[in-house]
């Protein structure tokens, strides 16, 4: 009626009396209402596909949820299409050449987001936007929960790339096709309403266009937009990496206390349950997943295993250099070895030898007793007896400097495989450092 009579029609619409009797917004309204249908796709010839213009604007990443692979984000929506009954003269309506209408009263396309997993709090927005030559307007922000496959082996320097998928349910491209409201470039550099606030950083939103088919005989259109992220990593940096550093400066700073002394056992000790303590702080900051470990918990664990191999390095030294009296004589290849060829190879420097070998006292007492008593019976009962006790006390003295000879020789060698295992122990450590830093620095700027 409203298109074999059009004239009819206004002229009907405009006898209204009361109080819409001039309301043109009421009047169109009206107009547009009458025999309309908006359970049937808008077009005058049904081989005509109706072509859907979409656009998306990232306005907050609220959640990332690495555990259960999901990411919530905050977007404005935009989309609109030609409605081929949505159509007046705007010189019939005072030159109204827009309206809102409610949207319950339009035809609207059943454009879906493939990876929706729940159902976010969204703004209800009931109404839409027509203008005089038939383009709808349909606006609206979206709260969208969708999975997205989360890579967190580089945390915290991880960058993710989470995809959007817009395509009809029902549809078919015959039907509904899809296109872009703006430029691919334009879209991708677009950042005018993002917050960029929060721990995500948006680098860019790129978009991908496709057509794909299910059995080979329907084919539906689809837009991709891939929403790229990166997380700042300056939080984790200062509460994870850090201390843990400060930590394992702390044990090679360690290294310089006496081998021979037992306070480098308790401060070795005291920085492996302060490092256990640290572990459990941080287990809940650390993202979780069922099928990988973030490499920053890889570094964790070997920073205690380092801490580990120090303490067990420490107590096998300590048990070297320690009780030295009971101690057997260094083998002569260890001796060969550790005294001789490491610290010419290794360039240690060796320790001052503190005792020095008994003297000749005992040869020259022995030299006494020969020369001037030659036998047993022209010695005196008094000097025989005097004689039995200082030869108890040559041997005693000898005993002694033979036990601190080999004593002196043990914590020589203690001190040179201290030094030894010390330059290994600081070699890994920072090799070890180099590797993950350069890693994160390429993460990073990449």
Not at 71 to 86: A, C, I, N
Not at 275 to 304: E, H, K, R
Not at 353 to 378: A, H, I, P, V
Request: proline fraction near 5%; charge should be neutral; charged fraction near 20%.
């Amino acid at each position: 009626l409203r298109l074999v009579f059009p004239n009819v029609l206004l002229a009907k619409l405009g006898s209204s009396t009361g109080r819409f009797a001039n309301a043109t917004l009421v009047r169109l309204a009206e107009f547009l209402s009458v025999g309309y249908k908006k359970g049937v796709r808008p077009v005058k010839d049904w081989n005509t596909p109706t072509n859907v213009e979409i656009d998306l604007m990232v306005y907050s990443i609220l959640n990332v949820d690495e555990k259960n692979q999901v990411l919530t984000t905050y977007v404005w929506y935009r989309q609109s299409w030609k409605d081929e009954f949505l159509v007046w003269d705007s010189q019939d309506f005072d030159g109204v050449k827009k309206i809102s209408i409610p949207t319950a009263n339009v035809w609207v396309p059943d454009i879906l987001i493939n990876e929706f997993v729940d159902v976010g709090k969204s703004p209800d927005i009931p109404y839409v936007y027509v203008t005089d030559d038939g383009v709808v307007r349909n606006y609206k922000p979206i709260q969208v929960v969708t999975a997205c496959t989360l890579n967190i082996y580089n945390f915290p320097f991880d960058v993710q790339n989470c995809s959007l998928t817009f395509q009809s349910w029902l549809h078919t491209i015959d039907d509904i096709n899809i296109t872009l409201m703006r430029e691919p470039e334009e879209l991708s550099k677009d950042k005018s309403v993002f917050m960029n606030q929060g721990e995500w950083e948006l680098l860019h939103v790129l978009s991908k266009y496709k057509n794909f088919s299910v059995d080979k005989e329907e084919y539906y259109a689809e837009m991709k937009f891939h929403v790229v992220i990166r997380r700042r990593p300056l939080f984790y940096t200062v509460n994870l990496l850090l201390p843990s550093i400060f930590l394992m400066v702390m044990d090679i700073v360690g290294f310089y206390l006496p081998p021979d002394s037992g306070e480098r056992v308790s401060f070795k000790i005291t920085l492996l349950l302060g490092y256990s303590v640290f572990l459990i702080i941080v287990s809940d900051t650390l993202p979780a997943t069922a099928i990988g470990t973030p490499l920053i918990g890889v570094y964790f664990v070997v920073c205690m295993a380092l801490l580990v191999i120090s303490l067990t390095e420490t107590v096998l030294i300590v048990r070297l250099v320690h009780k030295q009296d009971l101690q057997p004589p260094v083998p002569q290849w260890l001796k060969y070895l550790v005294l001789e060829r490491a610290p010419v190879l290794f360039c240690i420097h060796k320790k001052h030898r503190l005792c020095s070998r008994l003297s000749s006292q005992s040869t020259d007492m022995e030299n006494y007793k020969e020369n001037n008593y030659g036998t047993k019976d022209n010695v005196p009962p008094l000097m025989d007896n005097i004689l039995q006790e200082v030869t108890t006390i040559r041997h005693f003295l000898e005993k002694r400097d033979k036990c601190r000879e080999i004593a002196k020789e043990w914590l020589q060698v203690g001190y040179v495989l201290d030094v030894l295992l010390f330059r290994v122990y600081l070699v890994a450590v920072v090799a070890y450092s180099i590797t993950l830093g350069t890693l994160w620095s390429v993460w990073q700027a990449a």
